[in-house]
């Protein structure tokens, strides 16, 4: 089984920063890539930001030039660093993984319980 632990969400400010970070832990063999999706009320949950283990990124239109997402493989960890926030961004913001468990050898897709990132205008 496998874990992904967000942190980071919270109010803002129009104009500032947050930067989510999410952990993953459990029986990983390898992880082929991490990434951020996010839902706001009444919308379809949606892409923000992936990185694969090549390093490749891809960004949705809306964030990019204002987010970086990047990885920390040894641990496992991905970050989604937010500026220039806008009142749109504010969502619900789930980690995802997909993740070659140790035992048995299988990809599956992991997901967060979610972190909330709102703001303000």
């Known amino acids: 089984q496998v874990q992904l632990v967000e942190s980071g969400g919270g109010l803002v400010q129009a104009g500032g920063s947050l930067r989510l970070s999410c952990a993953a832990s459990g029986s990983i063999f390898s992880i082929s890539a991490m990434g951020w999706y996010r839902q706001a009320p009444g919308k379809q949950r949606e892409l923000v930001a992936e990185?694969?283990?090549?390093?490749?990124?891809n960004y949705a239109d809306s964030v990019k030039g204002r987010f970086t997402i990047s990885r920390d493989v040894a641990k496992n960890t991905v970050y989604l660093q937010m500026n220039s926030l806008k009142p749109e961004d504010g969502a619900v913001y789930y980690c995802?993984?997909?993740?070659?468990?140790?035992?048995?050898?299988?990809?599956?897709?992991?997901w967060g319980q979610g972190t909330q990132v709102t703001v303000s205008s």
């Open positions: 990185v694969f283990s090549t390093g490749n990124t």
């Open positions: 995802n993984a997909q993740v070659v468990s140790s035992f048995p050898r299988v990809t599956r897709v992991y």
